[in-house]
């Protein structure tokens, strides 16, 4: 394609010959990350003082030293989303993080903008969320674990105005505020279902208003969707005086900036904004910022990385979180819609063993080769396929292999790929690095040459709420119709009345179906939506449409991945994945 491509002759660092079933964290350290200020420069045409050094090997970005103006040169956005995941999901950041390096080794300029791991599936299910094998971001540890701080200042602006809407109750509740109408809950970067509903401001007149709340995990937070979706500062602050956070006894809304703290809020978040900036194993830029998640929150990194990537590079690479259901959706007619931003081309990761799945195999016989289970289980990948064309997107297939994949299976994918009019690549990224990705990456820059895609929102801005949350239902999920729970039709009906019915929706359902039951596999069709809840997040922009059992601040597992985290002899962290 017509790319003006690197002029950095760099040499690819290759991590030393492990044997198999390394752990990731030391296929990570077998790499000497590059200084992020030469990195940046060398990469990137940044000078020393555009970035905020957090140690030697990684940074945040100062924003002036970047033009993301209209006027300025942008590079090609490249959409990563996924099949329906299995619970150890598919490697949609890993083969993000791979094709990336696959671009960079063809002499394309490009980085790729991820979010920030929560501390809630590292410790919880996954034990870390920086890519894996050879195909990981660094340095692992750290932004496994604390990064830069983002997660840390979100929530501690969040709590801040739960605890200033608090005080403003203790002290006399000037705006008027109902007990009974508060919605403001608290939030914290851990998995603690013990939290999800209780009732605060106990023991007397001194200790508060008894008022039933709850904790929510920070990745679920307005403020984590506010950050990723502001467009500067004065956008931040916009944003975060829109927050409603109750209502008065005659139903009208309470803002945070009713109760003056939406620049406090700001101050906490003024360094959070900025972009971060580390490395892939191969010394390719990475932007990692921000960090919903795409079953409960919007799933996308931030606007400020995304554009500030396309502002220094020919082609960018970004995911959506989960399957296409949820992240690609929720890219397209929430992040697409707000900002403008379109994806030039998608890629939509699979795996074998997760179509087998979708089949109706067992997890503890994923390994074995099973054809017929697999042509079963590719209802899935042609829905998202399908789903993906309703958007004027025709992806490419990436098949991330696993040793265990036998050939017959890649082809049979391949060939069911052809089938529907795409084209399916399989890629080692995990196993080779960059190296194992290349064909992806040809494929992609392929795509991105038989033109720019006319890429549609799935519904317009002007149909009432519930018609939004129906249409995502029935043309996305295959539902045959939405059940809401009378108090949720109530909430759309009062948010429409008060000025927000022209906002798009977010779904938070369950990432393992289409449905909002888990337990349906493949492409079901004809089942029933049921939506038990909204909630309005007016300074993000969207509202939230609860669905099913899903749960805003999710619980640990049998085993959690925690247990298995330590330090060895010489401090270094062991047990991240």
């Not at 299995?86 to 960079?104: F, I, Q, R």
């Not at 203790?170 to 013990?194: A, F, I, K």
């Not at 939290?195 to 920070?218: C, K, N, Q, W």
Request: charged fraction near 20%; include cysteine; proline fraction near 6%.
């Amino acid at each position: 394609m017509g790319l003006q491509y690197s002029e950095y002759n760099k040499t690819v660092p290759t991590p030393e010959r492990l044997p198999p079933g390394t752990p990731d964290i030391e296929i990570a350290r077998s790499v000497q990350p590059q200084s992020i200020l030469l990195l940046a420069q060398q990469r990137l045409g940044l000078p020393a003082d555009s970035l905020i050094p957090f140690g030697h090997y990684k940074a945040k970005l100062n924003m002036a030293h970047v033009d993301t103006s209209s006027r300025a040169a942008r590079g090609k956005l490249v959409m990563v989303t996924a099949i329906t995941p299995t619970p150890a999901g598919e490697g949609k950041t890993t083969t993000s993080v791979g094709l990336n390096d696959g671009l960079n080794c063809l002499g394309v300029r490009s980085s790729v903008c991820l979010r920030e791991p929560s501390l809630g599936p590292c410790f919880g299910m996954k034990g870390g969320a920086a890519g894996g094998g050879r195909a990981q971001v660094i340095p692992m540890e750290d932004i496994n674990l604390h990064f830069n701080g983002d997660f840390h200042a979100i929530t501690t602006a969040h709590n801040l105005l739960a605890s200033i809407l608090d005080n403003h109750m203790h002290w006399g509740n000037e705006v008027g505020l109902d007990p009974r109408h508060v919605y403001w809950r608290r939030v914290m970067d851990l998995t603690d279902r013990s939290l999800r509903y209780m009732v605060s401001g106990l023991g007397g007149a001194a200790h508060g208003t008894p008022r039933e709340t709850g904790f929510d995990i920070t990745v679920a937070s307005e403020i984590m969707a506010i950050l990723c979706l502001a467009d500067g500062l004065p956008d931040l602050r916009q944003r975060l005086g829109n927050i409603i956070v109750g209502r008065r006894p005659d139903m009208s809304p309470v803002t945070a900036r009713d109760l003056g703290v939406e620049g406090a809020l700001t101050v906490l978040l003024k360094e959070a904004l900025l972009p971060n900036l580390v490395q892939s194993l191969e010394h390719n830029p990475v932007f990692i910022h921000g960090g919903p998640f795409a079953n409960i929150a919007h799933g996308c990194n931030s606007v400020t990385a995304t554009r500030a990537a396309l502002a220094l590079n020919d082609v960018v690479v970004t995911e959506a979180g989960f399957g296409a259901d949820l992240g690609a959706e929720k890219f397209i007619d929430i992040k697409c819609r707000q900002t403008g931003l379109r994806p030039d081309a998608a890629v939509l990761v699979c795996t074998v063993r997760a179509l087998k799945m979708q089949g109706g195999v067992p997890r503890k016989d994923l390994a074995t080769p099973d054809l017929q289970a697999l042509r079963a289980g590719a209802v899935n990948l042609e829905r998202h396929i399908r789903n993906l064309r309703r958007f004027g997107l025709v992806p490419v297939v990436c098949i991330n292999r696993f040793p265990t994949d036998s050939d017959e299976e890649l082809a049979l994918i391949q060939s069911i790929s052809a089938e529907w009019g795409v084209r399916a690549v399989t890629a080692t990224h995990w196993a080779m690095g960059g190296e194992g990705a290349t064909d992806l990456a040809q494929a992609v820059l392929d795509q991105m040459d038989e033109g720019t895609p006319e890429v549609q929102l799935l519904y317009e801005d002007d149909i009432p709420l519930t018609e939004k949350i129906e249409t995502v239902a029935t043309r996305i999920y295959d539902a045959a119709s939405v059940d809401f729970a009378p108090a949720a039709k109530r909430q759309l009906e009062e948010y429409e009345q008060l000025g927000f019915g022209h906002l798009p929706v977010c779904i938070a359902k369950t990432q393992y179906s289409f449905s909002a039951d888990p337990s349906l596999r493949g492409a079901p069709s004809g089942h029933v939506l049921p939506v038990r809840e909204v909630r309005l997040s007016a300074g993000a922009g969207f509202v939230v449409a609860v669905c099913g059992d899903i749960m805003t601040m999710p619980g640990l597992p049998r085993r959690p991945a925690a247990l298995d985290i330590s330090l060895d002899e010489n401090e270094q962290v062991t047990g991240l994945a």
